[in-house]
Structures are given as C-alpha cells and as structure tokens.
T-cell receptor, first 113, second 112 residues
Framework: NAGVTQTPKFQVLKTGQSMTLQCAQDMNHNSMYWYRQDPGMGLRLIYYSASEGTTDKGEVPNGYNVSRLNKREFSLRLESAAPSQTSVYFCASSSRQVQETQYFGPGTRLLVL | GENVEQHPSTLSVQEGDSAVIKCTYS??????FPWYKQELGKRPQLIID?????GEKKDQRIAVTLNKTAKHFSLHITETQPEDSAVYFC???????????FGDGTTLTVKP
C-alpha cells in the first residue's frame, strides 16, 4: 500500500498562473481533505470531501477549487495563484468522517512569486 | 465554529524529563481528540487519540487525558528521548460539522 500520495512534491508559480495539485489514496477511504500549513499557523482546512460526489468548504477556501474525481482521487486547483498561497499543502484521508484517524500525504511545497 | 488553543508553542526539556502539552476547545459537541506528531520535513502522523467517553488513554510513554467539563485535553510524554523532538498538533473533531480543527502546534525539543 502506498497510502496517500501527492504530486508534485515542489512547484514554483508566477502570480496569476494556475495549477492543480493531485492526491490519491489506496486505502478505500471515504473521506478526503486538503490542508495548508504555514509557519506557526498549524493545519488549516481548505476543502474536504466526506464521500465520493460531495465536497464542502473548510476554513480557508477562497482562491481554491476541488474535484473528487472518484473514491481514490481528490484534486485541488489554484485558478490564479497569489503570493499569499505560498505554503505547504497536505492531502489526507480517513475511513469515514472526522471521528477516525487521518492519514496524510507527503505534502506539496508551493512557492508563488 | 470550533476553536482550539494549544499551549505552549515551544517546549524544551532534558532527556528523561516529562513533557506536557495542553489544548482547549470551544465546541461541546466535539467528541474525538487526536494528537499528531510531525517531524521536520515530514507529514503529520497520529500518535494517540481519545474519544469523549474516555477520560484517559495510555500507550507506553505517551498518555492523553480529557476533561469534558472544562473542555481541555493534554498530551503527556514521559522519559523523553531525543527522537521525541518534533512538532505536536492536537485536534478536535465535531461529527456534526464534518471536520476537524487543529491547534497551532507545539515544537518540542529534547536535549540530550
């Protein structure tokens, strides 16, 4: 089992460019999440998907969109990147909703110039 | 919404000493409280968790206590070792809200 995988590992964007961060899990989990981690700010929830076909906003959804492509895959899209979106992005999954352990991917480090 | 406060933000102890990290939460409907450890440059990983029907849980050198009335829970690490050095995050999960809220993290340094 690979667990939760993310691509890319590192990306540099210019302001205004767009990109999609990919996440996949092979644990047959129902719920998937996208977080951003800034220094001293902990983990902030961007969007989550409680099950295939559903998505909901988290604490900081502005500037992002998501797609739950199927049960395995959950992508995060930045339509027009801004320097404030420079961060480390983690995808996570859990077997059901938040009452269970979340398994995190290795993270994507994004720098927006 | 839920608000989780975590203290202290940094903690330095001598090897062999104990370390305690405390979190408070605001939403009385939260019923699941995990703790994650994040080593430098790595992903967060669960080290212990507790549910609201339990007051204390232990796993070797790690223990978590929960006080539902006061809405706070704590992580206790005994006989600390240098490999315990990491950032520790608490979280509170409200099933009705469908999401978890994380504390801002505690950087623990264990000096040999």
């Amino acid at each position: 089992n690979a667990g939760v995988t993310q691509t890319p590992k590192f990306q540099v964007l210019k302001t205004g460019q767009s990109m999609t961060l990919q996440c996949a899990q092979d644990m047959n989990h129902n719920s998937m999440y996208w977080y951003r981690q800034d220094p001293g700010m902990g983990l902030r929830l961007i969007y989550y998907s409680a099950s295939e076909g559903t998505t909901d906003k988290g604490e900081v959804p502005n500037g992002y969109n998501v797609s739950r492509l199927n049960k395995r895959e959950f992508s995060l899209r930045l339509e027009s990147a801004a320097p404030s979106q420079t961060s480390v992005y983690f995808c996570a999954s859990s077997s059901r909703q938040v009452q269970e352990t979340q398994y995190f991917g290795p993270g994507t480090r994004l720098l927006v110039l | 919404g839920e608000n989780v406060e975590q203290h202290p933000s940094t903690l330095s102890v001598q090897e062999g000493d104990s370390a305690v990290i405390k979190c408070t939460y605001s939403d009385s409907a939260s019923n699941y409280f995990p703790w994650y450890k994040q080593e430098l440059g790595k992903r967060p990983q669960l080290i212990i968790d507790i549910r609201s029907n339990v007051g204390e849980k232990k796993d070797q050198r790690i223990a978590v206590t929960l006080n539902k009335t006061a809405k706070h829970f704590s992580l206790h690490i005994t006989e600390t070792q240098p490999e315990d050095s990491a950032v520790y995050f608490c979280a509170a999960s409200n099933p009705n809200a469908g999401k978890s809220t994380f504390g801002d993290g505690t950087t623990l340094t264990v000096k040999p």
